[in-house]
């Protein structure tokens, strides 16, 4: 069995900025007489008593090429394992609803701090969107317009799919969601027709910070594993 472990890092740019020297020019050729003066927008020339203006194209230096030797944290021996200094979250206050169940995830310790600032409490809602779809939600619970769209896509950039009727009365309902809070929460999620596992966390801890997520699901050798763009 192996082990699939998803990081998603949030990333900076970092934005350079140029400034242009001044400089002025005069002389003559041909009997035309020019004086050139540079301004912080471009250059400014008069050409036979006629003023006209260009910009200078501006060169990428061969020096932009030379960075910093970045090794990722996975290749890194010298890189903190999250897994073995994060506390994880353990859930609580469940609401049962028609289409599946909503709860709180709460640290279950010190927060580890390792890549960002942990998220303390975060919000999981678990819905059966039809008898063959399965949508688990994890995102933090206190959200505001000035950080929206750091956790959560519009539907402009990914459209959501709709919540469809579930009826278990009527619909054969194949996928099964379990969770436990031992020794932290964790999940699996089971395709009852086959008894096939297709997402387990179980041993392993959830960490979720502003700057860094990961969670880690056990997979069978040779899996194929989709889905997980957002």
């Not at 959830?206 to 989709?226: C, D, G, R, T």
Request: glycine fraction near 6%; proline fraction near 5%; aromatic fraction near 10%.
């Amino acid at each position: 069995m192996a082990r699939f472990t998803v990081n998603a890092f949030i990333c900076s740019l970092l934005t350079y900025g140029f400034a242009q020297a001044q400089s002025s020019y005069s002389g003559s050729a041909d009997g035309l007489t020019t004086v050139a003066a540079s301004t912080a927008t471009g250059t400014v020339a008069t050409v036979s008593g006629t003023q006209t203006s260009f910009r200078a194209i501006f060169t990428v230096p061969a020096s932009a090429d030379e960075g910093a030797n970045l090794l990722p944290t996975t290749q890194d021996p010298e890189a903190v394992d999250p897994q073995k200094v994060c506390p994880g979250y353990m859930a609580s206050n469940v609401v049962r609803s028609e289409v599946g169940f909503s709860a709180t995830l709460s640290l279950a310790g010190p927060a580890c701090n390792v890549y960002g600032t942990d998220i303390e409490t975060l919000n999981l809602t678990v819905a059966y969107q039809t008898a063959h779809r399965l949508a688990v939600n994890i995102s933090p619970a206190n959200i505001a317009a000035s950080n929206m769209t750091q956790y959560i896509l519009s539907d402009e950039l990914v459209q959501q799919p709709k919540q469809g009727v579930v009826d278990p009365a009527i619909q054969d309902i194949d996928l099964q969601f379990s969770w436990s809070n031992d020794p932290t929460f964790s999940f699996t999620v089971l395709r009852k027709s086959n008894g096939d596992v297709l997402f387990d966390t179980r041993g392993t801890n959830l960490v979720f910070e502003n700057q860094f997520i990961e969670f880690v699901s056990a997979l069978p050798e040779n899996y194929n594993l989709y889905g997980l763009g957002e």
